[in-house]
Nanobody, 124 residues
Framework: VQLQASGGGLVQAGGSLRLSCAAS???????MGWFRQAPGKERELVCS????????DYAGAVKGRFTISKDNAKNTVYLQMNNLTPEDTATYYC???????????????????WGQGTQVTVSS
């Protein structure tokens, strides 16, 4: 499956953005994740959703502010980001995996399909 991320941009602190990740095919059976990478830092999980279940996982830094949702009819995953802070500035990537196990939801290497990344910049 090919993934196309969009929706990034420049926003002031406290603002909101919604990222979209459009897939080229059905993502019903896929686990989907959003990761981010800031300059000089490792790529890290933002949030993920496990296959067809409602199981989600959020990084502590975004819990309560970010929401992942999956629209199987549109083959699209969204990341709603509210109350953004400058620390959220990064390139955001969507990722997919057909065979990921629950305990690996945060593992970068567990995802075998990646989008191209979209830049999110939060100004103070």
């Amino acid at each position: 499956v090919q993934l196309q991320a969009s929706g990034g941009g420049l926003v002031q602190a406290g603002g909101s953005l919604r990222l979209s990740c459009a897939a080229s095919g059905s993502i019903y059976s896929y686990s989907m994740g959003w990761f981010r990478q800031a300059p000089g830092k490792e790529r890290e999980l933002v949030c993920s959703t496990f296959r067809w279940s409602r199981t989600t996982d959020y990084a502590g830094a975004v819990k309560g502010r970010f929401t992942i949702s999956k629209d199987n009819a549109k083959n699209t995953v969204y990341l709603q980001m509210n109350n953004l802070t400058p620390e959220d500035t990064a390139t955001y990537y969507c990722a997919a995996s057909q065979h990921l196990i629950l305990s690996s939801m945060r593992v970068v290497s567990a995802y075998n399909y990646w989008g191209q990344g979209t830049q999110v910049t939060v100004s103070s």
